[in-house]
């Protein structure tokens, strides 16, 4: 199971004086399992790359095939692939319309006409994976603080038993609390369900600290494609095309240049706590 974009390319405005290409010639594999981070300035393509992976944008050229379908060929069941591949967008308010939680966690089970109780069963189980207290399942979703309406919507995509989820920036806005609030929720859940999650992003320090791997996009194009440690190693190519490494990444090079001679191939504060410890029992 995987999803797999060969030689994908996406162009806005095709045959007019405003056109832009969004994707350029993207080739990529999604294994089954992955914590994968998407992460690009504003403009650099990963919105609307991942829009692909649903279905919801065709490319302009080539391919995205889904557990060895091509998703664009005729008869092939979009409905079907969005319950499969769930894509929760940077704005939560955009997927919530219903008079309570509760109801709007059930759309999604309701429209692939599951019985009344699995329906409710899936909205429940859905619920508790996001953390979300039982006090608010029957409050307007719109009463809700912007963690808990990202949460809602997550539980939505989840109800649908989805074998991919997407998350595009889903902590804009929120205060560093409510951003740590929703990522470790979205890691213990991978962790419980195996699900394969791509995280949107344009913070280094939120994804280091929870994927596998990072993609790094630029100008429609895939410019980085490893496991965190080996992007972070091109810190400096990251800068020209406006990212940045890691906080921690530029304290243990400030450390190395002052003589301190710790790793500076480390992506997290605990990693950085660890050399550092390390060090000092050296000296």
Do not use: W
Not at 172 to 198: F, H, M, N, S, Y
Not at 257 to 276: F, L, Y
Request: some cysteine; proline content about 4%.
């Amino acid at each position: 199971m995987s999803i797999i974009l060969d030689h994908v390319s996406h162009i806005y405005g095709e045959d007019t004086e405003m056109a832009v290409k969004a994707l350029d010639d993207v080739n990529l594999v999604i294994p089954d399992g992955q914590f994968i981070g998407l992460i690009g300035h504003t403009g650099s393509g990963k919105s609307t790359l991942v829009q692909h992976l649903n279905g919801l944008m065709k490319p302009t050229s080539g391919s995205i095939y889904f557990n060895g379908e091509d998703i664009n060929s005729e008869g092939f069941q979009k409905k079907e692939l969005r319950s499969k591949v769930g894509l929760v967008f940077q704005y939560p308010e955009h997927q919530l319309f219903e008079a309570d939680v509760f109801t709007d966690v059930c759309f999604g089970p309701k429209n692939l006409g599951l019985p009344k109780l699995e329906m409710q069963m899936r909205a429940y189980d859905a619920l508790k994976l996001v953390g979300l207290e039982e006090e608010y399942y029957y409050q307007s979703p719109f009463d809700l603080s912007g963690g808990q309406k990202r949460r809602v919507a997550i539980a939505g995509v989840l109800a649908m038993k989805p074998e991919v989820l997407i998350l595009d920036e889903p902590t804009a806005g929120l205060d560093p609390k409510g951003r740590d609030e929703i990522l470790d929720q979205v890691a213990k859940l991978k962790q419980e369900t195996g699900i394969t999650v791509v995280l949107v992003s344009h913070s280094m320090d939120d994804v280091a600290k929870y994927v596998d791997r990072i993609i790094v996009m630029n100008k429609g194009k895939v410019a980085f494609d490893d496991v965190p440690r080996e992007v972070f190693k091109h810190y400096e190519e990251l800068e020209k095309i406006g990212l940045s490494a890691p906080q921690v990444t530029y304290v243990m090079q400030d450390l190395r240049n002052h003589g301190i001679m710790v790793s500076d191939d480390v992506t997290t504060i605990e990693e950085a706590k660890e050399e550092i410890l390390k060090y000092l029992h050296r000296t």
